[in-house]
């Protein structure tokens, strides 16, 4: 007589080797937005990377889109404790747009139409960790998950991803955006759970 009782002999599940400390996975999509959703139509979108010289670097939609876009399937973590994984976006690399900036300086404010902030150092945005993603989940992003470009970093805590992106600012130093003045970590790796300071 067999006494194998297949979903119940498991109830002490394994932790998702996928799913950072402290965090649970969920299978809708929060919305999570410090203030109002900006409304940016794509004919008068642009991104500008500001070098420490003064000068500005800009691309329009169409410029962005020249770049090249990338398919990429990546997990993403809310400091507030949710998990997405294995989440398909659709952007363009950020080493695209440093391909055409120098800067000496290792630090980056993001800045985005509405008036956030965060701060990243330059190397989390390089060598493949980040974009600027223009569609989710197969569609392009809407307006309240930060359509029609946000800034994409997932493998840090998910405030770091600037909705309605449009602005990198170098900077010499690190010195904190908007939720970083408030108490989240200046950092923000989910892996060692760099949530608050
Ligand atoms: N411009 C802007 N970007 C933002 C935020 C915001 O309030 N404004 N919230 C951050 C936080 S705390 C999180 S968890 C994610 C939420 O993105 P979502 O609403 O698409 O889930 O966006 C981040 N980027
Ligand atoms: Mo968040």
Not at 23 to 31: A, G, I, K, N
Not at 37 to 52: N, Q
Not at 67 to 74: A, H, I, Y
Not at 112 to 121: A, E, L, M
Request: aromatic letters at 12%; proline letters at 8%.
């Amino acid at each position: 007589m067999s006494f194998i009782t297949r979903g119940f002999s498991g109830h002490r599940r394994e932790p998702d080797p996928q799913l950072p400390p402290g965090q649970t996975l969920v299978h809708d999509w929060p919305v999570l937005s410090a203030g109002p959703t900006p409304h940016v139509d794509t004919s008068s979108w642009e991104l500008v990377i500001r070098d420490e010289t003064g000068t500005d670097h800009r691309w329009d939609w169409d410029g962005l889109m020249a770049l090249g876009v990338e398919d990429v399937t990546v997990d993403i973590h809310c400091v507030t404790h949710w998990s997405r994984l294995s989440m398909e976006w659709r952007g363009v690399s950020v080493d695209k747009l440093f391909e055409s900036v120098e800067s000496e300086h290792e630090f980056v404010m993001a800045h985005s139409y509405g008036g956030y902030t965060t701060n990243i150092p330059l190397e989390d945005l390089l060598d493949g960790k980040a974009w600027i993603a223009v569609e989710a989940d197969g569609e392009p992003l809407t307006p309240e998950h930060g359509g029609p470009a946000r800034l994409l970093v997932p493998h840090l805590y998910f405030w770091k991803s600037a909705k309605w992106v449009r602005g990198l600012v170098m900077m010499p130093d690190d010195e904190p955006g908007f939720w970083e003045q408030n108490g989240y970590h200046l950092h923000g790796d989910p892996w060692r759970e760099e949530r608050y300071w």
